[in-house]
């Protein structure tokens, strides 16, 4: 089926730096997710992107995130500065379509470890 | 209040045997998902059933949504079927983000 593709699967810093996981979602979508799972926690919703904007966030989306998608490349979300709570698997997605029947699509995570 | 709430939270089988995994809605949904965690983490989708029942192999999943519930059944399990599955709806406000329950930890047995 289609595929979501996420770099990198690990990622470890320092707190307080900045850290950017990058997403490359099925080709012809429209619709982007990011989607975080603390280790043992449920999968929770960050924020979803359509047009180069961002259409809802929850709040678990705190100020020090950001997210883009220039010119079409990698989905990208942004985090500056990290924090110890910001440690867990983040997840990418995205549909073709929005609302009803437009199933999404997931990558295989990011397990960010913040120190 | 879980919004998601799946059923068992455990299951221990035997290989072979067959699976029953539930899943209800504290609201109204539009929007079913079946997914699949293995133990390290990565998530792949099962089944995308908004309503009727659907199969894919040897999973078979069944939405009520007038009912608000889904179910899982797998049949013939094998070992490594193991791992976390997920039930997901679409959140009530309209809006398009999913909302996940706490997942059916199935281990397989040989």
């Known amino acids: 089926g289609p595929k979501v593709l996420q770099i990198p699967s690990h990622q470890i810093i320092d707190m307080g730096q900045m850290v950017t996981l990058n997403c490359d979602p099925v080709?012809?979508?429209?619709?982007f997710y990011w989607y975080k799972q603390i280790l043992g926690q449920q999968m929770e919703f960050l924020v979803n992107?359509?047009?180069?904007?961002?259409?809802?966030k929850s709040k678990l989306f705190k100020d020090q995130f950001s997210v883009e998608r220039p010119d079409g490349s990698y989905f990208t979300l942004k985090i500056q500065p990290t924090a110890l709570e910001d440690s867990a698997v983040y997840f990418c997605?995205?549909?073709?379509?929005?609302?009803?029947?437009?199933?999404?699509?997931f990558g295989p995570g990011t397990r960010l470890t913040v120190l | 209040e879980q919004q998601v709430q799946q059923s068992p939270a455990s299951l221990v089988l035997q290989e072979a045997e067959n699976a029953e995994l539930q899943c209800s809605f504290s609201?109204?949904?539009?929007?079913v998902q079946w997914f699949y965690q293995r133990p390290g983490g990565r998530l792949v989708s099962l089944l995308y059933?908004?309503?009727g029942t659907k199969q894919s192999g040897r999973l078979t999943s069944t939405t009520v949504i007038k009912e608000r519930r889904s179910s899982l059944h797998i049949s013939s399990s094998q070992i490594t079927d193991s791992g976390t599955y997920l039930c997901?709806?679409?959140?009530?406000?309209?809006?398009?983000?999913?909302?996940f329950g706490s997942g059916t930890q199935l281990t397989v047995m040989p």
């Open positions: 609201i109204f949904t539009n929007q």
């Open positions: 992107f359509y047009n180069g904007k961002v259409m809802e």
């Open positions: 059933n908004p309503s």
């Open positions: 997901a709806m679409e959140h009530p406000s309209g809006s398009w983000q999913l909302i």
């Open positions: 080709s012809n979508h429209l619709y």
């Open positions: 997605a995205s549909s073709s379509d929005w609302g009803n029947y437009a199933e999404q699509f």
